[in-house]
């Protein structure tokens, strides 16, 4: 049960776009279309932005958009908000039965 | 509104034991899955197991698979994580999280678990 693979930190000016990556194998990201992704705040519980790898709940803004190819999957946030500055976590069912989760990405507004 | 409350959190010492509690409320309880997730405080999530809706299945992570044990009481509207053999890398705040869609859609805030001697 190895953990998805996250770049450790990511940064961008307002207004700018990023990408966060997620980087499984076939018997997790790659097989399923269960990947969803959280934003963590300091001191808060996790809220998920995006699941079942492009879907957005209701009340997430637009700005946030989801999608995988291969065994990698994909977070773009435009224009980029101070608010956003936060730990993004993709998750990935897997073929095990379990969940798995990514080591997380430090965003940082700059 | 849906709420999480998990509770039992606390200080236990190595091969100690202790059962964290999660109170459901807000939404049909007994129609959801639910998991546990810690996290280590400044570093990752981690997912740790889960329940189907009567708990009839449940999957764990390698780390805690034959020490920690999930149960549900739909009736009472609470999830449990029973922890034993407890290990000093099992320090962590836990979370207990609501599955809709294959996706951990509501949170609690957490219970700090801390083993130590």
């Given at each position: 049960?190895?953990?998805l693979?996250?770049?450790?930190?990511v940064s961008?000016?307002p207004g700018q776009?990023i990408?966060?990556?997620?980087?499984g194998?076939?018997?997790?990201?790659g097989?399923?279309n269960?990947?969803?992704?959280y934003?963590?705040?300091?001191?808060?519980?996790?809220?998920?932005?995006?699941?079942?790898?492009s879907?957005?709940?209701?009340?997430?803004?637009n700005r946030f958009?989801g999608?995988?190819?291969?065994?990698?999957?994909s977070l773009?946030?435009?224009?980029l908000?101070?608010?956003d500055?936060?730990?993004y976590?993709?998750?990935s069912?897997?073929?095990s039965n379990?969940?798995?989760f990514?080591?997380?990405t430090?965003?940082t507004?700059l | 509104?849906?709420?999480l409350?998990?509770?039992?959190?606390g200080?236990?010492q190595?091969?100690?034991?202790?059962?964290?509690s999660c109170?459901?409320?807000g939404?049909?309880?007994?129609?959801?899955w639910?998991?546990?997730?810690?996290?280590v405080p400044?570093?990752g999530l981690?997912w740790?197991?889960?329940i189907?809706t009567?708990?009839?299945?449940?999957?764990y992570?390698d780390?805690v698979?034959?020490?920690?044990?999930?149960?549900?009481?739909?009736?009472k509207n609470?999830?449990?994580l029973?922890?034993?053999s407890?290990?000093a890398e099992d320090?962590a705040v836990?979370y207990?999280?609501r599955?809709?869609?294959?996706?951990?859609?509501y949170?609690?805030?957490g219970t700090?678990?801390?083993?130590s001697?």
């Amino acid at each position: 049960q190895s953990a998805l693979t996250q770049p450790a930190s990511v940064s961008g000016s307002p207004g700018q776009s990023i990408t966060i990556s997620c980087t499984g194998s076939s018997s997790d990201v790659g097989g399923y279309n269960y990947v969803s992704w959280y934003q963590q705040h300091p001191g808060k519980a996790p809220k998920v932005m995006i699941y079942e790898v492009s879907n957005r709940p209701s009340g997430v803004s637009n700005r946030f958009s989801g999608s995988k190819s291969g065994n990698t999957a994909s977070l773009t946030i435009s224009g980029l908000q101070a608010e956003d500055e936060a730990d993004y976590y993709c998750t990935s069912y897997s073929s095990s039965n379990t969940v798995l989760f990514g080591g997380g990405t430090k965003l940082t507004v700059l | 509104e849906v709420q999480l409350v998990e509770s039992g959190g606390g200080l236990v010492q190595p091969g100690g034991s202790l059962r964290l509690s999660c109170a459901a409320s807000g939404f049909t309880f007994s129609n959801y899955w639910m998991h546990w997730v810690r996290q280590v405080p400044g570093k990752g999530l981690v997912w740790v197991s889960r329940i189907n809706t009567d708990g009839s299945t449940t999957n764990y992570a390698d780390s805690v698979k034959g020490r920690f044990t999930i149960s549900r009481d739909n009736a009472k509207n609470t999830l449990y994580l029973q922890m034993s053999s407890l290990r000093a890398e099992d320090t962590a705040v836990y979370y207990c999280a609501r599955n809709k869609a294959a996706v951990a859609d509501y949170w609690g805030q957490g219970t700090l678990v801390t083993v130590s001697s």
